[in-house]
Nanobody, 116 residues
Framework: QVQLVESGGGLVQPGGSLRLSCAAS????????MGWYRQAPGKERELVAV???????DYADSVKDRFTISRDNAKNTVSLQMNSLKPEDTAVYYC??????????WGQGTQVTVSS
């Protein structure tokens, strides 16, 4: 079992920045890929950014050049630096861990609101 706990969400002005963090615990050795997804009201959950255990990253087109995902293996954390935030970035952001073949673990979610 993997437990994921997110932090760092909040209210920010358009153009501002936030940094989300996710701490993983439990059967960490089973994780192949970690990342962030988001879900806005009435919308499906979508991939924001992911990073594999080999360090490869992938981003949604809508956040490329604005968001950066990183991980600290020593601390078992993954972070998402979000810059130049836009109102359309408003969503609940979920930390995700994938075992590579059949199961996704999810954090509780943290609200990010971008509004004047």
């Amino acid at each position: 079992q993997v437990q994921l706990v997110e932090s760092g969400g909040g209210l920010v002005q358009p153009g501002g920045s936030l940094r989300l963090s996710c701490a993983a615990s439990g059967s960490i050795s089973t994780i192949y890929r970690m990342g962030w997804y988001r879900q806005a009201p009435g919308k499906e959950r979508e991939l924001v950014a992911v990073i594999t255990n080999g360090g490869r990253t992938d981003y949604a087109d809508s956040v490329k050049d604005r968001f950066t995902i990183s991980r600290d293996n020593a601390k078992n954390t993954v972070s998402l630096q979000m810059n130049s935030l836009k109102p359309e970035d408003t969503a609940v952001y979920y930390c995700n861990a994938y075992n590579g073949w059949n199961y996704d673990y999810w954090g509780q979610g943290t609200q990010v609101t971008v509004s004047s």
